[in-house]
């Protein structure tokens, strides 16, 4: 299950890795941040898929 601390920082870094494009509209990439959420809870992300990573920021 995801902590506080651990949603706190999915939130964050998928607004950090959002892309403008050229037409004014923003794209995310859920590879992108869970990428960098395996980086800073390595032993935690191993519990998690991306796709339940994903499905936790929809819910938010």
Same mark, same amino acid.
């Given at each position: 299950m *995801? $902590?506080i601390?651990? /949603? +706190?920082? *999915?939130v964050? +870094?998928? =607004? #950090? /890795?959002?892309? /403008?494009l050229? !037409?004014?509209?923003?794209?995310?990439?859920?590879?992108?941040y869970f990428?960098e959420? #395996?980086? #800073?809870f390595p $032993?935690?992300?191993? +519990?998690? +898929?991306?796709?339940?990573? !994903? =499905?936790?920021?929809?819910? *938010?």
């Amino acid at each position: 299950m *995801l $902590t506080i601390e651990h /949603k +706190s920082f *999915l939130v964050e +870094s998928y =607004f #950090r /890795k959002g892309v /403008k494009l050229e !037409n004014g509209e923003w794209s995310y990439s859920v590879q992108a941040y869970f990428e960098e959420f #395996r980086e #800073r809870f390595p $032993t935690d992300a191993a +519990s998690f +898929s991306c796709q339940d990573i !994903n =499905f936790s920021l929809i819910i *938010l």
